[in-house]
């Protein structure tokens, strides 16, 4: 479980272009990558993106997973487009236990109070995943904060982050944890 804190800059740019503001990826076995093999280095299992909108911005978040890199080309949406201004403080709070096994995941997130639903589907890719000492598959990801996008010359966006925290239990009886609604249950199993 963890929580952060962002504020997207004045002026943000309203382009048709994908901004992960926050993701969390898994790497593929070496031996599947392209173009010895047939998959993408990594590809998020998880990921959070700030979206240009004719008001400002949108946050939207995105999984994928499935037992074959190939079965999904796209992620899929599990949370908004949300409107959030631009220039105003925003807090995420995400309660994450991932699993290659269908259904087996736990995926929560909460922005400024709001639950996103919550989702139990596969997180990652099963059988190109990396592998541990015992060649199990194991998701083998660290969250990573900042701004991620295509190149664009000329536009500029910049997002400030704050009080990044990490908890190795449950937090909910601490403060901005005890009060958050339960995550509905809604696209659970894709």
Not at 27 to 50: H, M, R
Not at 160 to 184: K, Q, R, T
Request: charged letters at 20%.
């Amino acid at each position: 479980m963890y929580g952060f804190r962002f504020r997207l800059v004045s002026p943000w740019q309203g382009i048709d272009n994908r901004t992960v503001i926050h993701q969390i990826k898994q790497d593929i076995d070496p031996s599947q990558e392209t173009p010895v093999g047939t998959c993408a280095s990594a590809n998020p299992l998880f990921k959070i993106e700030a979206r240009a909108t004719a008001e400002g911005a949108a946050f939207v978040v995105k999984v994928r997973g499935a037992v074959d890199c190939h079965e999904t080309e796209e992620a899929r949406t599990i949370c908004g487009p949300w409107s959030v201004v631009v220039g105003d403080w925003n807090q995420v709070r995400v309660a994450l236990r991932p699993s290659l096994r269908e259904g087996a995941s736990d995926l929560r997130v909460w922005l400024n109070g709001r639950a996103c639903d919550g989702y139990s589907g596969r997180l990652g890719y099963l059988n190109q995943g990396m592998r541990d000492a015992a060649g199990r598959p194991v998701i083998d990801a660290q969250p990573r904060f900042g701004i991620y996008r295509d190149a664009l010359p000329g536009v500029v966006q910049s997002i400030d982050f704050a009080d990044i925290v990490f908890w190795s239990s449950d937090p909910s009886g601490e403060s901005g944890w005890a009060n958050l609604p339960p995550a509905p249950v809604g696209g659970v199993v894709p």
